[in-house]
């Protein structure tokens, strides 16, 4: 089940939403696991026992962590190696075993294994790393024990961020889950962020996706080189406003169950560096392998040697779990490759006019989602030969995928990448006549009613809502 259908719009929704206003606050934590568990079996039938073991798991673990760290005995550090261990071994097999036997097999190893019978469970990736970063933070003592197992089953299955993110740390919303009250403005709010997200997804990635699946489903031989970059700027809208269009959605859901999410984008397309880029895009994840990963290597207190390894091994790992694809690893390490040209001096962007700055972090970007789009690395270097010229496809074919709606979304998504509302909501604040804001915000909320209302067309008129999730 996806937020974008109509199953969880006008069936799920309202009875969660229903139901969890009518219950007293004690059985609302029960329900809404209830509902998570059923949120998630909906599509993965019984793989939501893999989602009751990483609950249980975790719950043990928490607990014999804190008994033993109360002791100061050091069998805390083994149970949370082994508790890590049992997480990242289940991420490894149902994630990794097909591309692992894969790659032995190309390499000549002969193994007798269908690999290709492993089903990758949706969010496997993201309620994992949240088990992981409970079990640390608990060790290193940042947050209490969970002594309640359906208060810590709430926080690893939470349906809202549970198949697309933001990566939840349990300390982020530990009180919310003990008491947790919803108030007119924080469920409007909520409501107002979830429509956001829902067009995002629906009316412009949606329309991105169905032009950058046709470039990308031709031979890349046959692709010109107008198609070409028109493909992979529809994918590169496509995948912004459908990952950021999730975020938003599961940020609003959360308000209108009375939790607060941080942010997980923050217009990362107006990014001047790819070090900027990195503090906008997915920050939920990039805050993750800083604290978990790059922090623990050592960051960049053990010279410059260290640091420029430490940041390869994060990337390295950050493709990965993006994909189990060398197209993702390529990605990830494309990616490590530019930050260290930046911290090193070698790439000053400062220095650069503010537009290049932009150009170059655009056009960097745009070349690492080719690797990230194509089904191979033959494929995405054929494809980016293309982007330079070297094509013999007839540019004229590109026009078939042109007309006055593709305009006017490209449009729209080329507004939205930046922060124009912040700054008509800051340019409304200073005006002084009451009058004015308050015409102003009603004149907002008709808006909300017809972005939900086109939304729904939208979604009415149209059998392609792509989910792009399965991937990670």
């Known amino acids: 089940m996806v937020f974008s259908s109509t199953v969880f719009l006008f069936i799920f929704l309202p009875l969660v939403l229903t139901i969890n206003f009518l219950l007293k606050q004690e059985y609302r934590n029960f329900f809404l696991l209830l509902a998570s568990l059923v949120f998630y079996a909906w599509g993965e039938g019984i793989l939501v026992l893999l989602m009751l073991s990483s609950i249980s798991v975790n719950y043990i673990s928490g607990i014999g962590i804190s008994y033993f760290l109360e002791r100061k005995h050091s069998y805390s550090k083994i149970i949370l190696a082994l508790a890590v261990t049992v997480n990242l071994s289940l991420l490894f097999y149902y994630k990794y075993a097909n591309f692992i036997v894969a790659t032995l097999k190309e390499m000549g190893f002969y193994l007798e294994y269908d690999h290709k019978n492993i089903l990758l469970p949706i969010g496997i990736s993201f309620f994992t790393f949240q ?35 933001p990566i939840v740390r349990y300390h982020d ?43 990308f489903s031709v031979t890349v031989t046959e692709i010109s080189t107008l198609t070409a970059w028109m493909g992979i700027i529809c994918y590169t809208i496509q995948i912004y406003f459908d990952f950021s269009g999730y975020s938003d959605m599961a940020i609003g859901l959360g308000k209108m169950l009375g939790f607060n999410f941080k942010e997980n984008f923050n217009y990362p397309y107006i990014s001047k560096s790819i070090q900027d880029f990195w503090r906008r895009w997915h920050i939920s994840l990039s805050t993750w392998f800083r604290d978990y990963l790059y922090i623990p290597l050592g960051g960049n207190r053990k010279g410059l040697g260290r640091t420029y390894a430490n940041l390869i091994i994060v990337f390295f790992v950050t493709g990965l779990w993006h994909g189990a694809s060398w197209n993702f690893v390529f990605w990830g390490l494309f990616h490590g490759a530019f930050l260290i040209l930046e911290r090193s001096g070698i790439l000053d962007t400062k220095k650069w006019p503010i537009m290049f700055q932009h150009i170059y972090v655009l056009g960097t970007v745009v ?16 494809y980016l030969n293309n982007m330079i010229g070297r094509s013999g496809g007839d540019d004229t074919t590109a026009l078939i995928y042109v007309n006055p709606y593709v305009l006017f ?42 972005l939900l209302v086109l939304s ?6 149209s059998s392609y809502n792509p989910f792009i999730y399965y991937r990670f």
């Open 367 to 382: 070349v690492g989602w080719v690797f990230f789009r194509a089904e191979t690395m033959t494929d995405a270097f054929a």
């Open 173 to 215: 919303i530990a009180q919310e889950i003990k008491e947790r009250s919803i108030d007119v403005s924080l469920f409007t709010a909520g409501v107002i962020r979830f429509i956001r997200g829902l067009a995002k997804k629906v009316i412009i990635a949606n329309s991105a996706a169905l032009i950058a699946d046709q470039v």
């Open 131 to 165: 088990g992981i970063s409970y079990l640390v933070d608990v060790h290193r003592k940042e947050t209490p024990v969970q002594h309640n197992l359906f208060h810590l089953g709430l926080y690893i299955s939470f349906f809202p961020q549970l198949i697309a993110g």
């Open 456 to 461: 729904i067309i939208e979604l009415a008129q």
């Open 409 to 450: 979304i490209m449009l729209l998504a080329i507004i939205f990448s930046m922060p124009v509302r912040q700054r008509m909501n800051e340019a409304i604040l200073k005006v002084k006549s009451t009058w004015v804001r308050t015409g102003f915000r009603t004149g907002i909320y008709f808006f909300y009613i017809a």
